[in-house]
């Protein structure tokens, strides 16, 4: 499907170049325009610059990576007739232009709705199209602290006198562009059925404050702002000093503390009465944290990582970028690639975020084309649907149906973005042990606290529906089988083996369902 996928990219934000490289990565064709003249990522470091004085900008290849790139003049009438050639080639438009910008290139709402209802644009801009910030000026720094990020950054700093922290890099408009790639691509899947197109308004501030977690509904059920002065609540949750770096930690289930209370060969201080619940280690969590210090300080930060993770407790270390580099879990699955650029020479670039079929996909350095090339270009397939043969409009994913096995973090927020596409999404759950976010308390005042009133649980799982089964049994994992036969899609973060053990893995489901 995505190989019949034609982008024309433009514009010059983050966000917007890697939604587009995404898509690059997963075979569409993607041809950036590209103005050396006005695009910043161009200077931004790392830079090369050659023995001629020539910079070349790291950021600016990795956005860049998989795509055929164009060089083209929008002030003038040549190259807005190339863009316009592009226009009739493309059946995606993604671009980071402000509404006055789209408008004089053609790529605003209104003229695609007549002009090309079939193409889907997707708009990646720092506060959106519309309503009153639409037209003001952004860079990365605006949106983490617009979008409410780098508020509660560094997090859990009782000194009142520290800034808020903006994340290093671009991480705010990374993570936009992963989110709009997605929108994008099931907005073309549905397109394919329908022959219709659609436009998809994309704000960064709006996408980051959607990502603030416990900040959302610790607000809305309770006015209660979270700052980054704010303590943590479940204890121990920190980055600790080893003999040779820095490792984190964090015990979010009593029986993840209880590991770590026997790996560190049950200290007295450990075993008082005291520090048996996430209550009592929250009260005394300055105590519970020196002591752990200590415990951690006499060791080297890979040697505590490997021993305590063999007791399934959740250390990771704090890696400098020359440890990730040679990071051999790492480089067993391929996750950095040398690719050969034409001035750089060989240079070693980030992989494709999927691994499918057991490998990633290639990465190759940016193509230049010429004019010549965009005038050759063929015009897509059209066959627009007329206004009186449209049927119903439609979500992107309606009519897709996924089993939710996820359990807190990415999967959970993951599936729900895929509800809020359409998708018909049924979560299974234990009905022996109940979700930790159902766990989680922080009910509305005023009601009576239960597993349907957390106010995580209800946030990250909007637009699902759930059922409780007891997998440790043949009726419950036959259950999850039947609910399979009929599914498209099966999302699950167990721990590695998991699913497997329980007879659900997926060399077991392919056969009960092949297309899942």
């Not at 917007?16 to 006005?38: M, N």
């Not at 000026?137 to 508020?151: P, S, V, Y």
């Not at 996924?402 to 359990?407: A, H, L, P, S, Y």
């Not at 990250?460 to 043949?474: E, F, I, P």
């Amino acid at each position: 499907m995505i190989k019949t996928m034609r982008v024309l990219e433009v514009g010059v934000g983050v966000g917007a170049s890697y939604a587009a490289r995404l898509l690059a990565d997963q075979g569409a064709e993607v041809i950036k325009v590209d103005d050396s003249e006005v695009d910043w990522i161009r200077k931004r470091s790392p830079l090369h610059v050659d023995s001629a004085g020539n910079s070349k900008s790291g950021l600016f290849l990795s956005l860049n990576l998989n795509k055929s790139l164009v060089e083209v003049d929008l002030s003038g009438e040549t190259g807005r007739n190339q863009f316009a050639n592009l226009m009739e080639w493309a059946n995606v438009i993604v671009h980071s232009l402000g509404l006055h910008e789209a408008s004089l290139l053609g790529i605003d709402d209104a003229n695609m709705r007549k002009n090309y209802p079939q193409v889907v644009v997707l708009a990646v801009t720092p506060f959106g199209l519309s309503a009153p910030y639409s037209a003001f000026n952004a860079t990365e720094l605006t949106i983490a602290h617009g979008g409410g990020w780098a508020g509660l950054c560094p997090m859990t700093h009782r000194e009142t006198e520290y800034p808020p922290l903006k994340m290093h890099g671009h991480h705010c408009s990374l993570m936009a562009g992963v989110a709009a790639s997605t929108v994008t691509l099931a907005a073309y899947r549905d397109g394919l059925r329908s022959k219709v197109g659609e436009y998809i308004d994309f704000s960064l501030q709006e996408y980051v404050a959607s990502v603030l977690e416990f900040g959302i509904h610790i607000y809305s059920y309770h006015g209660h702002v979270i700052k980054r002065t704010s303590p943590r609540s479940l204890i121990p949750w920190r980055i600790f000093d080893t003999k040779d770096g820095a490792i984190f930690l964090a015990c979010i289930e009593q029986d993840q503390w209880e590991r770590l209370v026997d790996f560190m060969g049950k200290p007295e201080w450990a075993m008082l009465d005291v520090f048996n619940t996430p209550g009592g280690r929250n009260e005394n969590q300055d105590v519970i944290h020196t002591f752990v210090e200590e415990f951690i300080a006499e060791w080297k930060t890979f040697d505590l990582y490997h021993a305590a993770q063999k007791s399934r407790i959740c250390f990771a270390p704090v890696m400098t970028f020359a440890q990730l580099d040679r990071d051999p879990h790492l480089a067993e699955r391929n996750f950095f690639e040398i690719v050969e650029e034409p001035k750089l020479g060989p240079v070693k670039v980030i992989g494709s975020a999927v691994v499918a079929n057991g490998s990633r996909v290639s990465m190759s350095p940016p193509m230049w084309i010429n004019s010549e090339k965009v005038s050759e270009l063929g015009k897509r397939d059209d066959n627009v649907k007329k206004d009186g043969d449209l049927g119903m409009a439609k979500r992107p994913l309606e009519g897709v149906r996924i089993v939710d096995m996820t359990w807190v973090w990415a999967g959970t927020f993951g599936t729900m973005n895929l509800a809020h596409l359409g998708a018909d999404v049924i979560r299974v759950e234990s009905s022996v042990r109940p979700d930790l976010y159902r766990r989680g308390g922080a009910a509305p005042e005023g009601i009576e606290p239960s597993l349907n009133t957390a106010g995580m649980f209800n946030q990250w799982n909007q637009g699902k529906r759930s059922v409780a089964v007891d997998l440790r049994t043949d009726a419950g994992r036959d259950l999850v089988k039947r609910l399979v036969r009929e599914a498209d899609v099966l999302v699950q973060n167990f721990a590695t083996g998991v699913m497997a053990r329980m007879g659900l893995g997926y060399d077991n489901l392919k056969e009960i369902n092949p297309k899942l």
